[in-house]
């Protein structure tokens, strides 16, 4: 009986399957090596500014003396252990509210009730001089639930085409208007770094503050910001109010870390809302410069009958924030003529008139 033959299609499917599996487990290998390089430069003992930059190059010389000296038992026992000399220590790693903060995050935002009343501690309200000087202020704001109208929803597209940061605004009627910004909250001597925000680099803050804070040092730093009206109803917006509160509570005892995935300024608010975290996944909630096109894909802006690129250019607002300067009627004078406000603005009218 002859012997079964393999077929040269055979040989060569089985050839590059080795060679995929082969490149597949260095590829993997590679991605490790490369994250925990990343691990110990922003998150290792010693500070990006000392010593972690030279125990990152340390490290890797060691792995790649193993990779090009050793045998293969070697290269395997050092390769997993280099990997988890890292990634164990990382994993236990702690969030905490007690860092030497730059002042913008200096203190840990709370909220106390009492009856239908909400009281804040810790709201920001820094001044701004036009000279570059900046007044520290660190307010308590109470709010009465019923008084909540809706929700205003501020883009800022700091970052060109690629990223941007939404600022959600609680139209409480005549107790003004609360922001909140969902931010990267940073020690002394930290800046925002994107390849940071893959690791525990920065603690993840809820800042609660006057629109005045929040935007016009924005508008200052030449950021272009939009103004947009939702269509959350009073009982939906005191929904997201309720859950964003929560939140903010939940980090005062228990802060965690930003992650420029899962714990960004855009999927934090995903996260913590029922009604939002059931929607279907969409880059734009990653990569958000048309985080504000998303919104109004799904129906969330009011819109007075625009098309959205129409819309987005009467929303812009830095002329506005800028000649409304510190004005006790700021937040009026940023949203007259502008769509989707024409019934708040004559509500408030009415009110004045009573």
């Known amino acids: 009986m002859s012997e079964p033959t393999t077929h040269p299609f055979d040989e060569r499917v089985q050839s590059a399957t080795a060679l995929l599996r082969r490149w597949s487990w260095r590829v ?20 990006k500014e000392g010593g972690n930059f030279w125990l990152m190059l340390a490290w890797i010389a060691l792995v790649i003396a193993a990779l090009y000296f050793g045998r293969l038992w070697v290269k395997a026992t050092v390769l997993l252990g280099a990997f988890l000399g ?11 509210n007690e860092r030497e903060w730059y002042p913008e995050w200096a203190e840990t935002p709370y909220v106390t009730f009492e009856g239908g009343t909400a009281t ?6 820094f001044a701004y001089g036009d000279d570059g000087s900046v007044e520290e202020r660190w307010e308590t704001r109470t709010v009465q639930l019923r008084n909540l109208r809706g929700v205003d929803y501020f883009h800022d597209n700091f970052g060109g085409d690629l990223l941007a940061h939404p600022i959600l605004s609680f139209d409480f009627g ?13 020690e002394v001597g930290e800046s925002f770094t994107e390849l940071g925000g893959f690791y525990k680099y920065f603690d993840l803050g809820y800042v609660w503050g006057d629109e005045q804070d929040m935007i016009r040092v924005r508008v200052l730093r030449d950021e272009p910001i939009y103004l947009y009206r939702l269509t959350t109803k009073p009982v939906a917006s005191l929904f997201l109010f309720m859950d ?12 965690r870390f930003y992650n420029v995935l899962t714990a960004n300024c855009t999927t934090s608010l995903f996260a913590q809302t029922p009604e939002l975290k059931a929607r ?14 998303l919104a109004f894909e799904d ?3 009011e819109t007075d009958g625009l098309e959205f690129e129409a819309l987005r250019a009467r929303a812009l607002v830095n002329e506005d924030v800028l000649s409304a300067g510190t004005a006790e009627d700021f937040w009026r004078q940023i949203r007259e003529n502008r769509p989707g406000f024409s019934v708040r603005l004559a509500e408030f009218a ?5």
């Open 299 to 301: 129906g969330f802006l």
């Open 350 to 354: 009415a009110a004045e008139a009573d």
């Open 28 to 47: 993997i290998w590679a991605l490790a090596l490369a994250w925990a390089a990343g691990a110990i430069y922003y998150d290792g003992p010693f500070g």
């Open 86 to 96: 890292v990634l164990l220590p990382w994993l236990n790693l702690d969030a905490s």
């Open 174 to 186: 005549p107790d003004g208007h609360l922001a909140l910004s969902i931010e990267t909250r940073r």
């Open 120 to 125: 804040f501690h810790n709201y920001r309200n």
């Open 280 to 293: 279907n996944f969409d880059i734009r909630m990653l990569l958000n410069a048309r985080l504000d096109e």
């Open 244 to 255: 964003s509160v929560r939140t903010t509570n939940a980090l005062a005892v228990s802060p």
